[in-house]
Structures are given as C-alpha cells and as structure tokens.
C-alpha cells in the first residue's frame, strides 16, 4: 500500500484545513484508514481512524467536534480518507501521519490466521499560529 498525503499548510487559530490521503496498491485488504500527529518533542499520537467496510470513526478527546473524518471514498484502484479539521487550536501543530491497516486472513490447516500490516505516509506538516 502506498499513501499519498496533502492539504497540510499554516491557517490561524480558529481557522480549517482538510488533509487528504490516497492510498494505492492492494487497497481492497484496506481495513482501517486514519491520521496521526506528532508534534516536537512528544509521541506520535492517534487523532482519528475510520473502518473501511463499515465507517466506524473514533477521535481523540482532544479533536472530538472539532475535527471530522468522512467515510473512505473508494474506486477501483484507490481508496482516499480525509480529515477536516476545524477550529483549530495552536496545540494542533504538528506532522500529521496518514495511516492505513491492512488485513488478511489465512488458513493453517484448521486455524484461521490473521495478519495485520500497518503503513504510514511520509507526513504533512500543520502550523496553526493566531
């Protein structure tokens, strides 16, 4: 799987941006999209992931209301997730990640095996400042 970012930029304080991420290549064992963030000096952290059959979303308690993330859109050969974030606050500064999981299953003999691979995109960095 290959992903994609943009939308990442500088906006004020109470401001909005909407990062988008197109993920291609084996999208259809796409289980989850999403986004993290890291901001200098602290962890990477989860700011909303969204299932891919049936649009499961969860947000951090930092972004709830503030920040929405829209079912997968989906075609043939791409899969894209976008997050809108609105009212954004300085404390949203940071690098944010897409990432997409991948999910499979295999039989060994009688055992159903699953394997889960995760991937990232190479970051897109947002700059909130009033």
């Known amino acids: 799987v290959q992903l994609v970012e943009s939308g990442g930029g500088w906006v004020q304080t109470g401001g909005s941006l909407r990062l988008s991420c197109t993920a291609s290549e084996n999208t259809s064992s796409i289980h989850m999209m999403g986004w993290y963030r890291q901001a200098p000096g602290n962890q990477r952290e989860l700011v909303a992931i969204?299932?891919?059959?049936?649009?499961?979303?969860?947000?951090?308690n930092s972004v709830e209301g503030r920040f929405t993330i829209p079912p997968i859109s989906k075609d043939s050969a791409k899969h894209t997730v976008y997050l809108q974030m609105d009212s954004l606050k300085r404390e949203d500064t940071a690098v944010y990640f897409c990432?997409?999981?991948?999910?499979?299953?295999?039989?060994?003999?009688?055992?159903?095996?699953?394997?889960?691979?995760?991937?990232w995109g190479q970051g897109t960095q947002v700059t909130v400042s009033s």
């Open positions: 990432d997409a999981l991948t999910r499979t299953f295999r039989f060994e003999g009688t055992h159903r095996r699953r394997d889960d691979y995760e991937y």
């Open positions: 969204i299932t891919s059959a049936d649009n499961n979303a969860d947000y951090a």
